[in-house]
């Protein structure tokens, strides 16, 4: 018999542990542990240029979220719709580049979930301060849904609302923490999934926010 970890949330795996969340979705517990202090100086030099703001849904409501970009495009919302811009619509300039160390660390990870010559162009930064979520949702702008989605936490923790193909399916809470990191793709690349609002706390290196990194190939 395999060794298993049922009735363990996954943030209570050991490190290391590679959970499998459905056919194609893997949380890697702690992948990212020993880089958080390094991706954390990243995200600052990033902001410094390209700061963090809540964008307007095309529906006219303000996100909770506060989002920036780095890489060829980024990731915009405003009440004309989603879609990915090569331009910060703040400033009108290109967003900073990516960093080799995310790029890396989003390729490696993508290899360990099971999908190799993983290159992406766009990093989508989340902010989430207390009380912030991400409503279930569908991850639709990308023009490949064979690329998969890598996703690094930092910071506090949080819930990851993990759903299926149909909004109606009930979704399965996850745990995650800072240095945790997940893979989506294959037959999990639609399915819905969102953030649980998030609980007060504080992070030696954010304070009383949790970041998290999305790496796609988009364009
Ligand atoms: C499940 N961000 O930016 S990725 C997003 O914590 C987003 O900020 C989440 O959802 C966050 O769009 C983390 C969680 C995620 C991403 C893609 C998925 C879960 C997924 C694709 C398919 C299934
Ligand atoms: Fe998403």
């Not at 809540?54 to 409501?61: D, Y």
Request: proline share 9%; charged share 25%; aromatic share 8%.
């Amino acid at each position: 018999m395999m060794p298993s970890n049922q009735g363990l949330f996954p943030s209570e795996a050991p490190l290391g542990e590679r959970v499998e969340l459905s056919q194609g979705a893997v949380l890697l517990r702690g992948f990212a542990a020993s880089e958080v202090p390094a991706l954390v100086e990243a995200v600052d030099e990033i902001q410094a240029l390209a700061p963090f703001r809540r964008m307007i849904t095309p529906g006219g409501h303000r996100m909770s979220v506060a989002m920036t970009n780095c890489g060829e495009a980024g990731w915009v919302t405003d009440r004309t719709g989603y879609r990915y811009d090569s331009r910060d619509p703040e400033t009108g300039r290109p967003w900073p580049p990516m960093p080799d160390l995310l790029k890396k660390l989003a390729g490696r990870a993508a290899a360990a979930g099971g999908f190799s010559r993983f290159v992406p162009d766009v990093c989508l930064i989340n902010r989430y301060n207390p009380g912030t979520r991400l409503s279930l949702h569908q991850d639709r702008d990308e023009h490949d849904y064979q690329q998969p989605i890598v996703s690094v936490s930092i910071g506090l923790p949080a819930v990851f609302l993990f759903g299926g193909g149909e909004r109606t399916e009930r979704p399965r809470r996850i745990r995650v923490e800072s240095g945790d990191v997940a893979v989506w793709g294959g037959p999990a690349r639609l399915n819905f999934h969102g953030v649980a609002p998030l609980r007060d706390g504080f992070d030696p290196l954010v304070g009383n926010c949790r970041i998290n990194l999305t790496f796609r190939k988009a364009l």
